[in-house]
């Protein structure tokens, strides 16, 4: 079945450097991909919407400066976090779905990131 | 505003201890409501999408109910496997942006043995 794949699974960073994500839809094509952040004991919140061959569409309250996407093709998202702070250690997780079905959306495996 | 409200926060059950999960929801004009099963550290799983009022839909011993404003996740006979934060969501946007969800808080379910 449709897969979501991020990488890395976890990662760990000193303040002040910039760590990216990889969102990657493997066995469809994606035109949409999300990014959401989840803090511990805490529901999913939308950060941004992916766009292949456009800019990204940020929610309220997402700086687009520091949580950079790039939607380079119809299977790949990155979310870049720059100039990571500790308070940017959360979890995130990418969601896609086929083209053209929106009855299923699929989530990635998520991405711990840890700001020391 | 549109908003997804979960409850309870937490459920403790025996294992073959049947139960139900709550997820009400107000949104103009709904386009699929989403239940997703977490464990921790990882990514939501699809369960089910709900359409419209009335619509049920069944995998093992999940059970999802829909109505005009609410949805209704059953645990039938439930496992020390079914412990997880079961996670409620609804589609927003317009259909040009199909795949945006908004979440409610969830619901985390231990099953004792």
């Known amino acids: 079945g449709a897969v979501v794949s991020q990488h890395p699974s976890w990662v760990i960073c000193k303040s002040g450097t910039s760590v990216k994500i990889e969102c990657r839809s493997l066995?469809?094509?994606?035109?949409?991909m999300f990014w959401y952040r989840q803090f511990p004991k805490q529901s999913l919140m939308l950060m941004a919407t992916s766009n292949e061959g456009s800019k990204a569409t940020y929610e309220q309250g997402v700086e687009k400066d520091k949580f950079l996407i790039n939607h380079a093709s119809l299977t790949l998202s990155t979310l870049t976090v720059t100039s990571a702070h500790p308070e940017d250690s959360s979890f995130y997780i990418c969601s896609a779905s086929p083209q053209g079905s929106g009855n299923t959306i699929y989530f990635g495996e998520g991405s711990w990131l840890t700001v020391v | 505003e549109d908003q997804v409200t979960q409850s309870p926060e937490a459920l403790r059950l025996q294992e073959g201890e049947s139960s139900s999960l709550n997820c009400s929801y107000t949104v103009s004009g709904l386009r699929g409501l989403f239940w997703y099963r977490q464990d921790p550290g990882k990514g939501p799983e699809f369960l089910f999408t709900?359409?419209?009022a009335g619509e049920e839909k069944e995998k093992e011993r999940l059970k999802a109910t829909l109505t005009k404003k609410e949805s209704f996740l059953h645990i039938t006979a439930p496992k020390p496997e079914d412990s997880a934060t079961y996670l409620c969501a609804v589609r927003l946007g317009p259909p040009s942006n199909d795949y945006k969800l908004s979440f409610g808080a969830g619901t985390t379910v231990t099953v004792r043995a």
């Open positions: 709900l359409y419209s």
């Open positions: 066995d469809f094509q994606a035109t949409t």
